[in-house]
Each structure stands twice: as structure tokens, then as C-alpha cells.
């Protein structure tokens, strides 16, 4: 006898099978406060860093963008040297507290 189409092939009829999915949530808030406790901005970053976005001048990210492939260097590495050298001389106060 021939199957007609929309048929399941043996094997594969756990497709039709509508088992329900379980989620499975951490027990104690601790756990579930560690998977956040990061920022989105620090997520798959190494301590001490952080993503921003900054809006430049066009100039200004193609050199810089041009420095980093002829020092073989990354964007991040050039920027990071060249705010170390700018801020390195600089006092800066923290902001006040909100109140």
C-alpha cells in the first residue's frame, strides 16, 4: 500500500506528539538574582569594562578606524590608549548623588 502525502514516516512520529515543554525556573532567588546581576551593557565583557555607544565625527572614526589596521590593533584598544593618554593628566570630580 502506498502512503499518501502528509503521512508520517516510521520513526519520526514523535513530530505529532504535542508534549508540553516545561520551563524550568531557578528554586531560590539567588540564583535567579546572579544570572542578572550583570548589566546588559557588561554582559560577555572582562571585569572592569563596559559598552557605550558615543556619537564622533566621521573624520574622527575613519582615522581612528585607519590607525588601528596599520598599528594591527583593535578600534577598541586605539580608543581605549588614546582616553588613557587624555584622562591620565586630567582631575576629574565624581557626580554628586541624586537626591
Not at 508520517?8 to 539567588?30: H, Q, R, Y
Request: aromatic share 6%; with cysteine; net charge positive.
Amino acid at each position: 500500500m502506498k502512503k499518501g502525502l502528509g503521512s508520517i514516516p516510521k520513526g519520526l512520529a514523535w513530530i505529532n506528539s504535542k508534549k508540553e515543554l516545561v520551563k524550568e525556573t531557578p528554586k531560590n532567588s539567588d540564583a535567579l538574582k546572579s544570572a542578572h546581576a550583570k548589566k546588559t551593557s557588561q554582559q560577555g565583557l572582562v571585569e572592569g569594562w563596559t559598552r557605550a555607544t558615543f556619537i564622533i565625527k566621521q573624520n574622527h572614526c575613519e582615522k581612528l578606524k585607519a590607525l588601528a589596521y596599520w598599528d594591527r590593533k583593535t578600534v577598541k584598544d586605539v580608543i581605549d590608549e588614546a582616553l588613557h593618554a587624555y584622562l591620565k593628566s586630567k582631575k576629574v570630580k565624581a557626580i554628586p548623588a541624586k537626591r
